[in-house]
């Protein structure tokens, strides 16, 4: 299951950085997570300092 990011998110790109998989890309208004290529580890999630991302439901 891949993260997403939510519209709370203030694209500074903190996400992106901590990315392993190289999965997260701005997109249009925010950062958008590539389901394909997450790795589901969380990385992302810990390092949005807004709290924006969590697990796909």
């Not at 519209?7 to 998989?21: L, R, Y």
């Amino acid at each position: 299951m891949a993260y997403v990011i939510s519209d709370e998110c203030i694209s500074c790109g903190a996400c992106a950085d901590t990315c392993p998989a190289g999965a997260i890309a701005e997109g249009d208004g925010k950062y958008e997570i590539d389901a394909a290529s997450c790795l589901d580890c969380g990385a992302c999630a810990e390092g949005c300092p807004v709290g924006a991302i969590a697990p796909a439901e």
